[in-house]
């Protein structure tokens, strides 16, 4: 008698843990199916959408350009400009053990283009652009905006999601190949000015150094954390419920969300991209 | 004011006949039957939970119901497809509560969006009806401003020109007189009227406030707990014998008659001042 009633709470705590993680689990495959098709039903409306008279127009594009790329050229030359430098200095510390400081050049060159630069803008991305289409998503649904593009005959996905899909993906390759240039100048400055090297004899053993690929490897990321981070900004902002708390709540969680799956996503990409 | 006899002579444009729906286990309208005619307001009442917001979302295409049937201008709703749907929306308008204006878009953009949307129009063009709506609703002169610098009144009234911009023939209004005040309530019960007399169209409006019912209303449908009590011009609704109505009808005159001193005296534990 006292075993059982001493293990029925135990049971049911196990009961309930176990069935939050059920819950949990379900939910993550139910947001990711909704992610999925919303991506398809983006790429149905972009083909078909001038034949169903639901044409996707180039202003909201160019405004959502405008405010995922260029608004945020100086953060990302700020930021990418100190990681190259940041990596430069850790460089040649290390270096300077094996008395192989000038190897800094292949470190930088590699690190930057196949690495840090993506990461850092889609982590950069993700937290300014995101963040701003959960938030929008979120009290759009809330004020029944989404409502009164239905009632109009305007399919949401065709005109909210689609244009921030479009520019996310020409953007954010964009600002990576930016953050190239400026990260690899910025580390550029640092090593000529430690190893009295010119200008010049950097960029050569860059250029040297680097090939088309390491370049691609970058650039072909961006796309998929692009792909990422307006599929998570969309699901998180549709799932809101509640005022102003709720709006708050999807953008954190988008946030959070877009920077895992950037992170989870760049090992995997690495780890196939490196096989063989 | 034409009769209820009158009335229900025209075609029917929106017809609903044992419509039942469910959010989960729950059944939350039960087997509505209604018939809104040509050119009527028809205002649609009911206490909060009555299922009247439901109802709307229904007719509007917005929710899928469990059973029953809409039929909007002839066209059956139920088992319409997205893009069918899309087309119909053409023909219907609808103001929301919150008037679901789009805040990054002027005044003038949100009430042009259906036009930039679903015609071949030029801009000027455009830019015309645009301007012939706001002075319509006496809003003209406001079209460069955003939604956040408009009053309630002046954002109920631009959801308004948007929803008739092009023309509907069907209006369909969520709560418009909600949250302003008796004055600018009036104006917009009046723009209803109007929108009825001078454009000719059919309305469906939603609302809980009694005095914006009577109005306005051509005929009244009184929803309580997801079952339609009665449907009726102004006068049948208020001399309904039906107890459950009346109650509906006497709890507005209850929450009238207190008085704001005895209110907060009651509350400071003071005396009343007169």
């Known amino acids: ?276 | 004011m034409a009769s209820a006899g009158e009335i229900e002579e025209r075609p029917a444009v929106i017809e609903v006949s044992n419509l039942v729906t469910h959010y989960g286990d729950r059944e939350i309208l039960h087997g509505i039957d209604m018939t809104i005619h040509e050119g009527e307001i028809m205002v649609i009442m009911g206490g909060s939970g009555s299922g009247k917001t439901t109802l709307l979302r229904h007719l509007l295409g917005l929710e899928k119901a469990t059973s029953g049937s809409i039929k909007l201008l002839g066209q059956e709703l139920t088992t319409m497809s997205e893009f069918e749907l899309y087309e119909l929306a053409k023909k219907t308008g609808v103001a929301f509560q919150s008037g679901a204006l789009f805040s990054s878009m002027t005044v003038g953009e949100n009430v042009m969006l259906p036009l930039v949307e679903h015609t071949r129009l030029d801009r000027e063009t455009m830019e015309i009806m645009m301007r012939i709506k706001l002075e319509i609703m006496k809003l003209a002169g406001f079209e460069d401003l955003t939604p956040a610098e408009l009053s309630g009144g002046m954002i109920k009234r631009t959801a308004f020109a948007r929803a008739v911009i092009m023309d509907p023939t069907i209006l369909f209004a969520d709560e418009p007189s909600a949250g302003l005040d008796p004055v600018v309530s009036r104006t917009v019960d009046e723009l209803i009227l109007d929108l009825r007399d001078a454009m000719r169209m059919t309305i469906v409006v939603v609302t809980h406030e009694l005095d914006s019912a009577f109005r306005i209303a051509d005929r009244i449908t009184v929803l309580d707990k997801g079952t339609i009590l009665t449907i009726g011009t102004v006068d049948e609704v208020k001399n309904s014998p039906n107890q459950r109505i009346q109650n509906l009808l006497n709890r507005r005159f209850e929450e009238e008659e207190i008085d704001p001193d005895e209110y907060l005296a009651r509350l400071t534990g003071n005396e009343v001042k007169h």
């Open chain 1, 1 to 276: 008698m006292a075993v059982s009633e001493g293990s029925q709470p135990r049971d049911s705590v196990l009961i309930r843990a176990a069935t939050r993680v059920g819950k949990s689990t379900i939910r993550v495959f139910e947001s990711a199916g909704f992610g999925a098709s919303l991506m398809a039903e983006a790429v149905y409306w972009l083909i078909m959408g001038r034949r169903k008279g639901q044409v996707v127009r180039p202003q909201p594009v160019f405004a959502e350009m405008m405010d995922v790329g260029v608004r945020a050229i100086p953060i990302v030359t700020l930021l990418s400009t100190a990681i190259g430098i940041m990596l430069a200095i850790q460089g040649i510390y290390q270096l300077k053990r094996f008395g192989a400081e000038e190897q800094v050049v292949f470190g930088v060159a590699f690190g930057m283009t196949r690495e840090f630069a993506p990461l850092i803008t889609g982590i950069l991305v993700a937290g300014r652009s995101g963040s701003a289409l959960a938030a929008r998503l979120g009290t759009m649904t809330i004020n029944q905006e989404v409502d009164a593009l239905r009632v109009m005959g305007l399919n949401p996905v065709r005109f909210l999601v689609v244009p921030s899909l479009i520019a996310m993906m020409i953007m954010v390759p964009a600002l990576v190949l930016w953050a190239d240039v400026v990260s690899l100048f910025g580390a550029g400055l640092y090593i000529s000015a430690e190893l009295g090297m010119t200008m010049t004899a950097y960029f050569q053993q860059t250029l040297d150094v680097l090939v088309v690929g390491d370049i691609m490897h970058g650039i072909q990321k961006s796309v998929i954390f692009a792909a990422l981070v307006t599929v998570i900004g969309i699901v998180d902002g549709a799932s809101v419920e509640g005022g102003a708390e709720g709006v708050g709540r999807v953008t954190t969680n988008a946030v959070v969300h877009s920077i895992s799956a950037i992170i989870l996503t760049d090992m995997l990409f690495a780890f196939a991209t490196t096989r063989g």
